[in-house]
Nanobody
Framework: QVQLVESGGGLVQAGGSLRLSCAAS????????VAWFRQAPGKEREFAAG????????LYADSVKGRFTISSDNAKNTVYLQMNSLKPEDTAVYYC????????????????WGQGTQVTVSS
């Protein structure tokens, strides 16, 4: 039983930065994977980045590699997504997800989802 709440979205100019937060409540396990997905209007939800709850492993989509950094703070039960060098194509609702199968880009592996936070990047 996990609840996830995202925050930190907003409007930023191309080339700027934002940091998203995903606060978890309820029971979490060291074996859980936590991921950020994003969904632009009219498009499918896509994987952006993932991390093991322990922080030992990370995974990034090619589209964000080198620009985004995912991290975790177990003491705060929070996962972060630092987004740098933002592009207009990064505009989307960003969702936090958690599941017990470890890190994967497959969205159906994640049983728990937040409600999303809007990120808008202007050109």
């Amino acid at each position: 039983q996990v609840q996830l709440v995202e925050s930190g979205g907003g409007l930023v100019q191309a080339g700027g930065s934002l940091r998203l937060s995903c606060a978890a409540s309820g029971r979490t396990f060291s074996s859980y994977g936590v991921a950020w997905f994003r969904q632009a209007p009219g498009k499918e939800r896509e994987f952006a980045a993932g991390i093991s709850w322990s922080g030992d492993n990370t995974l990034y989509a090619d589209s964000v590699k080198g620009r985004f950094t995912i991290s975790s703070d177990n003491a705060k039960n929070t996962v972060y997504l630092q987004m740098n060098s933002l592009k207009p194509e990064d505009t989307a609702v960003y969702y936090c997800a958690a599941g017990g199968s470890g890190i994967t880009s497959f969205r159906y592996a994640y049983a728990y989802w937040g409600q999303g936070t809007q990120v808008t990047v202007s050109s």
